[in-house]
Antibody
Framework: EVQLVESGGALIQPGGSLRLSCAAS????????MTWVRQAPGKGLEWVSG????????YYADAVKGRFTISRDNSKNTLHLQMNSLRAEDTAVYYC??????????????WGQGTLVTVSS | EIVLTQSPGTLSLSPGERATLSCRAS???????LAWYQQKPGQAPRLLIY???SRATDIPDRFSGSGSGTDFTLTISRLEPEDFAVYYC?????????FGQGTKVEI
């Protein structure tokens, strides 16, 4: 059974940094693209970032480019999102998701339950 | 970046009725890289349709997707009580991925 468990969400002040993690199990982690998607309170879904199975290719939404860094540790089946220079508008539930294949041209077929990041003073 | 516009914003229907949800892209979607997701309150999204018309694993056949180019449709043939939720379309074929703003299907 595929399981994705996010952690690391917290209340953080504007300008601060936070590192989210996603522990994966039930599939061969290195064989799949992984992504982060966020959802601000009461709002819709927003794609944040994605990474290829090897970690060699990364993709970012314009809203987070230069501030967020996605990475993965295939030896530990873990996905990370390093978030720097956080802003109030980064407040959201952050979901990690597994894609259908190790190709950028696939949808996300499994999702974690999310971790809440609140940026506020 | 492709912008996806979903309509209507809210769809008020009864169980047993047919639901038709629209997703329009600002430019042609390459190779129909278009997905539909369902999200219920307090839950993570669930993949329903990928490639514009292929049902994901374990998705009932009352859900169907169609369309190409810039116009896509999600149809729920007969609404079940558990289908009342928010539905999002997503383009996943470019260097960045985008979601539509969502359509709420309510009783």
């Amino acid at each position: 059974e595929v399981q994705l468990v996010e952690s690391g969400g917290a209340l953080i002040q504007p300008g601060g940094s936070l590192r989210l993690s996603c522990a994966a199990s039930g599939f061969t982690f290195s064989n799949y693209v992984m992504t982060w998607v966020r959802q601000a309170p009461g709002k819709g879904l927003e794609w944040v970032s994605g990474i290829s199975g090897s970690g060699g290719n990364t993709y970012y939404a314009d809203a987070v480019k230069g501030r967020f860094t996605i990475s993965r540790d295939n030896s530990k089946n873990t996905l990370h999102l390093q978030m720097n220079s956080l802003r109030a508008e980064d407040t959201a539930v952050y979901y990690c998701a597994k894609d259908q294949r190790n190709s950028w041209f696939t949808a996300s077929d499994y999702w974690g339950q999310g971790t809440l990041v609140t940026v506020s003073s | 970046e492709i912008v996806l516009t979903q309509s209507p914003g809210t769809l008020s229907l009864s169980p047993g009725e047919r639901a038709t949800l629209s997703c329009r892209a600002s430019q042609s979607v390459t190779s129909n890289y278009l997905a539909w997701y369902q999200q219920k309150p307090g839950q993570a999204p669930r993949l329903l349709i990928y490639g514009a018309s292929s049902r994901a694993t374990d998705i009932p056949d009352r859900f169907s997707g169609s369309g190409s180019g810039t116009d896509f449709t999600l149809t729920i043939s007969r609404l079940e009580p558990e289908d009342f939720a928010v539905y999002y379309c997503q383009h996943y074929g470019g260097s960045s991925r985008t979601f539509g703003q969502g359509t709420k299907v309510e009783i």
